[in-house]
């Protein structure tokens, strides 16, 4: 059932948003002050791309 939903997601929009998200973590990588925002938009491109494959976990 996850690979169902992940592949409708990237075809519903997901796979702009985590184009979108790459993006903007190159955009902030440029920058110097912006390399840890940078770093962290590459996570959120990956949780873009596989929603339904990852389990969110509290620290």
Known sequence: MKILGNIIWLIFGGFIIAVEYL???IALIITIFD???GLQHFKL???ALTPFGR???SI
Do not use: A, Q
């Open 23 to 25: 993006t903007g973590s």
């Open 35 to 37: 390399i840890p925002f």
């Open 45 to 47: 491109t990956n949780m």
């Open 55 to 57: 389990d969110i976990v």
